[in-house]
């Protein structure tokens, strides 16, 4: 059976704004370079204003949570894009790193609305939740997979300051669009109506102390350990690709100066991903959640063990080894998104996918300076082993789920 007319207009709009946001997200490191230049600042202090943006990405999503339960999913999300599009204006005219700064900061607290609205936007509003959420992640790795390639692109020809204000544009066209947009964010569940709800500081308190008091707790240790394997693995691969001797030499013949070979294997990593998060999202109609995350846990671990030994086999074997970490690296995403919907009251859905993505881009995030730590320190095989055992962490606490909370849901 296809989508409802509600699940349809839903999923186009959520989608729309989930590739937006990465679109964004993953356009910043390009302009990394010029900006270096251009303002004649060192790596440290580039390196500290870029996190004033991508701080608030996590750290806001707690809050963004809290405004989607208050005021309302589709508003929030129509905020988000709004802003995230004139924090790139600003960008667009930004003379000092000072001005560089204030835009990225603006960014990061506008985006970090959109992953607690939009999920519970979904939840609550979409009866075919495991397929819309599946969409839902290929549309969020369509934009990862374009935003660094047309911001690359569009920096031959034009100023970055232009190519900051044409990033954007889609943004500002899709807000205005998202106006006009009309459906039931509350379709598929009884619990609540359409009325928005109203949450005192002291009912904030008393929510989070329910929620951290059931099985949630164990769904947002196991989010963050998933985010600690993601953000690791996903921010030193190119690093580590470029320094592989199986690249060593390979030229994809693509014409576009100043590509390494590593950026080919990793964009199509992220494109295999698509096709991960479609099959994750199927499954969940059909697996239990706490059995799909289990045995995908199982496989990343593995994975990361045997990342080191194939890739000294040759090109062959490593490219084979990264679409298969590409696609299970983000078929597990419907999963964990499920697992919140399946272990959480509807009324407080926004607040459970804040916490949930606080876990997942804001403490998750400490990955980077763990993983900075090891591979300067230690060999590229403790990197992953280290990285193994988050995923096997995750994977007990899938375990837990099962023995001691399962509800036997199959979405």
């Known amino acids: 059976m296809g989508l409802s007319e509600n699940d349809r207009s839903i999923a186009g709009f959520t989608m729309t704004g989930h590739a937006l946001v990465h679109w964004f997200e993953t ?42 339960d208050r005021y309302g999913t589709k508003r929030l ?69 374009l935003g660094p390639f047309v911001a690359a692109t569009l920096l031959i020809f034009l100023d970055w300051s232009l190519v900051a204000a044409a990033l954007a544009v889609p943004g500002l066209l899709a807000a205005l669009w998202g106006l006009s947009t009309d459906f039931d964010p509350v379709a598929a569940t009884e619990e609540l109506d359409d009325a928005t709800v109203q949450a005192s500081l002291s009912d904030l308190i008393a929510d989070s102390r329910t ?84 045995g995908i846990f199982v496989v990343l671990a593995l994975l990361a063990l045997a990342f080191v030994p194939v ?19 983000f078929a597990i995403q419907p999963f964990y998104q499920l697992a919140v919907a399946v272990y959480t009251p509807a009324e407080g859905r926004g607040l459970s996918y804040g916490y949930t993505y606080l876990g997942q881009f804001g403490l998750a995030s400490s990955s980077i300076a763990v993983g900075g730590f090891i591979l300067g320190s230690f060999t590229l095989a403790a990197f992953f082993a280290v990285l193994s055992s988050f995923a096997l962490v995750g994977a007990g606490l899938a375990a837990l789920l099962w023995v001691r909370y399962s509800k036997g849901a199959v979405a």
């Open 211 to 294: 929620l951290f008091a059931s099985a949630f707790a164990v769904v947002f240790v196991l989010v963050t350990f998933e985010g600690l394997f993601y953000r690791g693995i996903l921010t030193y691969l190119p690093e580590i690709l470029q320094g592989l001797p199986a690249l060593t030499g390979f030229d994809p013949g693509l014409g576009l100066e100043g590509i390494e070979p590593g950026d080919y294997l990793y964009v199509g990593l992220l494109v295999i991903g698509m096709a991960g998060q479609y099959a994750g999202g199927r499954a969940t109609n059909y697996v239990a959640v706490e059995k799909g995350l289990m």
């Open 77 to 145: 999300i129509i905020v988000c894009l709004f802003g995230m599009s004139g924090a790139f204006l600003v960008l667009s005219f930004a003379d000092s790193i000072y001005l560089i700064a204030v835009g990225l900061l603006i960014w990061g607290v506008a985006a970090s609305i959109y992953h607690p609205a939009g999920l519970s936007l979904i939840s609550t509003g979409v009866e075919d939740r495991g397929t819309v959420f599946a969409w839902h992640g290929i549309a969020g790795n369509t934009g990862i997979a």
């Open 311 to 329: 890739a000294s086999l040759g090109l062959g074997p490593l490219v084979v080894l990264c679409a298969v970490i590409g696609f299970f690296l």
């Open 27 to 68: 356009s910043i490191p390009i302009f990394l370079v010029v900006w270096l230049a251009e303002f004649d600042v060192s790596v440290a202090l580039l390196g500290l204003v870029i996190t004033l943006g991508y701080a608030p990405f996590g750290i806001g999503a707690l809050p963004g949570g809290i405004l989607a």
